[in-house]
């Protein structure tokens, strides 16, 4: 029995992408690698355990899935309506999920299709199992990075945009919130010490008191600790630990 699920994800916009990999990332205890496409129309199927995919029209669907019989892959569209979605049943796809739905249901709908595929799920901790979506989608003017988290040192806000600097001293600007990158990274440990600052503890070098404190960085970049979220920070940083 598998452990290890090939999905394919064709999808035009990155927030529906974000939200897609958000989704994947409720399913705990399967491994998960993934390739990316924009649209159909570009893509190479390979071989595919599980497809995620925005399919325009029902003519273009109908099409793509004729050259999809070889293959075993379970189709999940994405779709705008109900009356879609159950069109796009009637000629094969597997499933469908409404766009406005992805982070509530998609999930869902990937564990029916992935007990019908028979994978085993695998017996390692949490983190372990988010290995297979440990990478941050990042808007770029060409189309989007896909940044290995891990290798995220911290994001800085600046009004309703964030850099995001890596390990290597990349550095990426980009149009949302610090908030928001909050949201997505929070599960992969990462820590918000301070109004403007969400930081990885695994490149936490030093801690060092004071009415907040403030921490230096593997680079020697020294943030501050907001006062008022002092005890959540050594609270998480003695849980953890520096890395």
Known sequence: MKSTINVKIICRAVACFEEIMYALNQLQGYAFSFSYCPEIQLCDMGH?????????????????????????????????????????????????????????????????????????????????????????TVPTLNGMNFVDIPNIVRCESDNNYTYIILESKQKFLVAKTLKEYENILAQYGFLRIHRSHLINPKFIAEYVKGRGGYVVLHDKTRIDVAARKKDFFLEKFKQIGPQ
Not at 90 to 112: A, F, P, T, W
């Open 48 to 136: 595919h355990d599980l497809i995620i995919a925005e399919l325009g029209t029902l003519k273009t669907a109908s099409a793509w899935l004729d050259n999809l019989r070889t293959n075993t892959a379970k189709t999940i569209a994405l779709t705008d309506t109900e009356e879609k979605g159950m069109s796009l049943m009637e000629i094969g796809i597997d499933d469908y999920c409404m766009h406005g739905d992805i982070k509530n249901n998609l999930s869902r709908l990937v564990q029916k299709l992935v007990c019908k595929l028979q994978f085993a799920p695998k017996k390692n901790n949490v983190q372990q199992s988010h290995n297979y979506s440990s990478k941050l």
